[in-house]
């Protein structure tokens, strides 16, 4: 009972941790009553300890999937158990380098088993889930962040867990000394001198870390700017796809642009699928938008469904849509398209379709939109952007793969409405904080029901769309600001995931050397008899 109380205070320290709440902070301590609970256990145990832990952390991160039309309690606990197989390997494989190599081999190992699993998580086929990662909830401490533009989200995970697993030596050290014996200990290894190592490589670590990153905060951000206006027009998800909506829809965005026009921008954005009918197909829709670019005189991005050309096996009655960017410039539908590449499983497609019985489980079908293949890299006229629709902001690897093609500031473009006054919106803004940094790019995000907002590329929301009473949800008008465009690149942009390479590497070292331990015991034991 004490090992499970102290598993299931980790779930509610994390959560603390991340969007809606405020307390970051927690997370630096948050694994440690986890790691606590598995000392010296059996790995079964380890396991289920473990998986707990993270089932009961993510039913509640995941409570705004209620707010998704079609979706119940069941459904969240369903996802929860799923995702909750990352802490439950975890734990195995914990204890069970504990049992072998003992405390301070575990603790040494845990941050990189950590992003080692994260990493599997957020690309699972079909099912991804790229939140959260543990270094999003730092996401606030923007000191803590810098090094990202180094090792990628992952660095800040793997710098959060070495954290909380020092702390957890330090904790099993003091309840030994108290206790008169070696509580929770069990394995070769016990001896204090790897602890002190351990912890001591743990301080370092920080130091070197947090120093950076107040290094770079203070850095000034230089360049020609580049003034961006994001429209947030607020269209309930009931409405969007309502014909009689259409008119009233184009309605308010025509004025919204009016409004941005006076300010005199280099690119206004518009949200995903703003439009209510497909602009490419939909020739009055496009006459509209033509006519409200026109008026302002200047260039606009914009998120419209698109009928593609049918490709691969596809049936020749069949026409399925692409979640797209557009980019009109003149009042003219230029070339420069971007077609969403990462699709949102259960929204926009159904994963293993034919495989899993979803329909007994009551989920609900998607036609199912087919994706993209490259990154859009958009020109304007003195400038380049990349843009990611919606959750890709949540996918490092495709925004980094856009501007190492040429994008000198990033534009995030999403449809909200879906998530309601939940969590969500502002777990995918963590998202885009994390990009900036990665790449030391300006990120802009557009909205249709917030949050909009413009990040630099120290993470730090310089703008955001809010109402007089602070809200920035579910609020209407338009939100100007400038960027700058950069060209140079990160180590993480040049060559990404090198740490996670690293972590695999060195999990698999760990755990050879565990059973090659199991092994020899063997063997000496053999020989005495």
């Known amino acids: 009972m004490p090992r499970l109380l102290l598993a299931l205070l980790s779930s509610g320290l994390l959560l603390a941790s991340f969007p809606p709440h405020r307390f970051g902070w927690c997370a630096w301590f948050a694994l440690a009553p986890l790691l606590c609970a598995l000392a010296g256990t059996r790995p079964w145990r380890g396991f289920l300890l473990a998986y707990l832990s993270g089932a009961g952390f993510f039913a509640f991160l995941f409570d705004w999937l209620f707010e998704v039309k079609g979706f119940t309690v069941f459904h969240d606990l369903l996802l929860s158990a799923f995702f909750g197989l990352l802490f439950a390997l975890f734990g195995l494989l914990f204890t069970f380098?504990?049992?072998?190599?003992?405390?301070?081999a575990a603790c040494a190992a845990a941050p990189f088993v950590w992003i080692a699993l994260e990493y599997a998580k957020s690309n699972i086929p079909d099912i991804p889930s790229p939140y959260p990662?543990?270094?999003?909830?730092?996401?606030?401490?923007?000191?803590?962040?810098?090094?990202?533009?180094?090792?990628?989200?992952?660095?800040?995970?793997?710098?959060?867990?070495?954290?909380?697993?020092?702390?957890?030596?330090?904790?099993?050290?003091?309840?030994?000394?108290?206790?008169?014996?070696?509580?929770?200990?069990s394995g070769p290894g016990r001896g204090e001198r790897g602890s002190a190592v351990v912890v001591g490589a743990v301080l370092l670590l920080a130091a070197v870390s947090l120093g950076y990153g107040l290094v770079v905060c203070a850095t000034p951000i230089e360049g020609n700017r580049v003034k961006v206006s994001l429209v947030q027009a607020n269209i309930a998800q009931s409405n969007k796809w309502d014909p009689e909506s259409a008119a009233s829809i184009m309605a308010v965005y025509g004025q919204l642009t009016a409004e941005a026009a006076l300010q005199r921008p280099d690119l206004i954005v518009w949200p995903e699928a703003a439009t209510p009918h497909p602009i490419p197909q939909t020739m009055e829709t496009y006459r509209v938008v033509r006519s409200i670019v026109k008026q302002a005189g200047t260039d606009l991005l914009l998120g419209s469904s698109s009928t593609p050309?049918?490709?691969?096996?596809?049936?020749?009655?069949?026409?399925?849509?692409?979640?797209?960017?557009?980019?009109?410039?003149?009042g003219v539908l230029k070339p420069q398209r971007y077609d969403k590449?990462?699709?949102?499983?259960?929204?926009?497609?159904?994963?293993?379709?034919?495989?899993?019985?979803?329909?007994?489980?009551?989920?609900?079908?998607r036609n199912?939109?087919?994706a993209g293949e490259k990154p859009g890299v958009f020109k304007l006229a003195t400038s380049r952007f990349g843009v990611a629709i919606c959750w890709e902001s949540g996918f490092?690897?495709?925004?980094?793969?856009?501007?190492?093609?040429?994008?000198?500031?990033?534009?995030?473009?999403?449809?909200?409405?879906?998530?309601?006054?939940?969590?969500?919106?502002?777990?995918?803004?963590?998202?885009?904080?994390?990009?900036?940094?990665?790449?030391?790019?300006?990120?802009?995000?557009?909205?249709?029901?917030?949050v909009s907002c413009i990040i630099d590329p120290r993470g730090r929301i310089l703008e955001r769309l809010t109402d007089q009473a602070g809200n920035d949800l579910f609020v209407r008008g338009v939100l100007s600001g400038t960027v700058v465009p950069i060209d140079s690149l990160t180590i993480y942009t040049r060559y990404g995931?090198?740490?996670?390479?690293?972590?695999?590497?060195?999990?698999?070292?760990?755990?050879?050397?565990?059973?090659l331990t199991r092994a020899r015991r063997a063997e000496v034991s053999a020989g005495k008899n």
């Open 97 to 104: 380098v504990w049992s072998r190599l003992g405390p301070a």
């Open 133 to 185: 990662l543990l270094g999003y909830s730092q996401h606030a401490f923007l000191p803590a962040i810098q090094i990202a533009a180094v090792t990628g989200p992952y660095g800040v995970s793997f710098l959060v867990m070495a954290v909380n697993a020092a702390l957890a030596l330090m904790a099993l050290r003091l309840a030994r000394r108290r206790a008169g014996r070696r509580a929770f200990a």
């Open 309 to 330: 050309k049918l490709r691969g096996q596809q049936r020749p009655d069949v026409l399925r849509s692409m979640n797209s960017a557009f980019l009109i410039q003149n």
């Open 341 to 365: 590449i990462i699709l949102f499983p259960f929204g926009e497609f159904l994963p293993l379709r034919g495989k899993v019985p979803w329909s007994r489980i009551n989920v609900p079908d």
């Open 368 to 370: 199912g939109y087919l």
């Open 396 to 450: 490092p690897q495709l925004v980094r793969a856009a501007v190492a093609a040429g994008a000198q500031f990033m534009v995030n473009i999403a449809n909200d409405a879906w998530f309601g006054t939940g969590a969500a919106s502002h777990q995918f803004v963590s998202y885009n904080v994390f990009r900036a940094v990665e790449n030391r790019r300006f990120v802009v995000r557009c909205a249709n029901t917030g």
């Open 497 to 515: 995931d090198w740490i996670v390479w690293l972590a695999c590497l060195v999990t698999a070292a760990v755990l050879g050397m565990a059973v």
